[in-house]
């Protein structure tokens, strides 16, 4: 899924794509009314959107988006305001649901998935099947054989990601966006990840046909 940012707070929508993209999210990022109404427009998803940009901008944004586009896409508005008013007017403004600042980014992933599966009817059961294995996307558990297995977060983060990319080639970088998006290329060692994949391997080698390809790429096999 799409999802498209428009918050002034560079560093916070950066943080939030990065996270965004660690749970399967695309999106985009705007700084201003003016910088996402003149770029080619791609309709998103679910529109996260700053209520405390310069000026009455977000009321442009809101009403770009509802009239002009004439788009139904779940909004949800952030914001410094705490007052009452503020959060009932935005609501009446077509929004979904709002989120006051400071907030956790994990309560926005969660605030994201509980709009989008109200309005496009997902299931909240969402898993990932591969041989004896089921894997839970929402709760972030895997189990065999209906039982489950207890991994750290960092080796359930890149189970998740393996599944979603079965048979393709995946870069120690691609990894390392992935699953330590938190931080930079040049802070995660080769260390921190083969530790992550040798635990991983401890614990579901036998089915799991996690292959090396010159300790640089990783495939996950699966017989077709």
């Not at 400071?102 to 496009?120: F, G, H, M, N, Q």
């Amino acid at each position: 899924m799409y999802i498209t940012i428009i918050e002034d707070e560079k560093l916070l929508s950066k943080n939030i794509a990065k996270r965004l993209k660690k749970q399967w999210f695309n999106s985009s990022i705007y700084d201003s009314y003016n910088n996402f109404i003149n770029s080619e427009f791609i309709k998103p998803d679910l529109f996260i959107i700053d209520l405390s940009l310069w000026d009455w901008s977000w009321f442009d944004i809101i009403n770009f988006i509802r009239n002009r586009k004439n788009l139904d896409t779940p909004i949800i508005i952030t914001t410094a305001y705490n007052d009452l008013e503020k959060k009932l007017y935005g609501l009446n403004l077509w929004a979904d649901d709002y989120l006051t600042k400071p907030y956790s980014i994990e309560e926005l992933i969660a605030r994201i998935k509980v709009v989008i599966r109200r309005t496009y009817k997902i299931s909240n059961n969402s898993k990932l099947k591969y041989k004896n294995f089921v894997y839970n996307i929402d709760k972030q558990i895997i189990e065999k054989n209906n039982k489950e297995i207890l991994l750290a977060n960092k080796e359930i983060s890149l189970v998740e990601f393996l599944l979603y990319n079965k048979w393709k080639i995946i870069s120690k970088e691609d990894i390392i966006k992935t699953v330590w998006w938190e931080r930079d290329l040049l802070n995660v060692s080769d260390n921190n990840i083969m530790v992550v994949i040798s635990n991983i391997r401890k614990k579901l080698w036998k089915d799991f046909n996690l292959q090396t390809i010159k300790n640089k790429w990783y495939i996950l096999k699966e017989e077709k």
